[in-house]
């Protein structure tokens, strides 16, 4: 059974980092690419980050490009998302998505990721 569990959200003062797991089960993570977004309150899903299947390659948002860093482990069937120097917009519900090919589609949309987990909630407050 396909599934992807999001953990490691919580709440964190501005400035502060954390790292985001998200654990893929029923498939294997190394042969697609992945994508992390996240939803603010009365806001639309948007793209953060994604990785393509070599890991190889990354995408990231302009808003987090330079701070959050995306990765993979192989051996844990598992992908990361690192976020440092937090500010409160990125306060949301942070989610990871399957893709069904091997490079990354365009963040600025929702089509091209067809499964999803259910979440982990980030607040980034003082």
């Known amino acids: 059974q396909l599934q992807l569990v999001e953990s490691g959200g919580g709440l964190v003062q501005p400035g502060g980092s954390l790292r985001l797991s998200c654990a893929a089960s029923?498939?294997?993570?190394?042969?697609?690419?992945i994508g992390w977004f996240r939803q603010a309150p009365g806001k639309e899903r948007e793209g953060v980050s994604c990785?393509?299947?070599?890991?190889?390659?990354?995408n990231y948002a302009d808003s987090v490009n330079g701070r959050f860093t995306i990765s993979r482990d192989n051996a844990k069937n598992t992908v990361y998302l690192q976020m440092n120097s937090l500010k409160p917009e990125a306060t949301a519900v942070y989610y990871c998505?399957?893709?069904?090919?091997?490079?990354?589609?365009?963040?600025?949309?929702?089509?091209?990721?067809?499964?999803w987990g259910q979440g982990t909630q980030v607040t980034v407050s003082s």
């Open positions: 029923g498939f294997t993570l190394r042969y697609i690419a």
């Open positions: 998505a399957r893709t069904y090919s091997a490079s990354c589609p365009s963040l600025q949309t929702l089509t091209g990721f067809d499964s």
């Open positions: 990785l393509n299947s070599s890991g190889g390659r990354t």
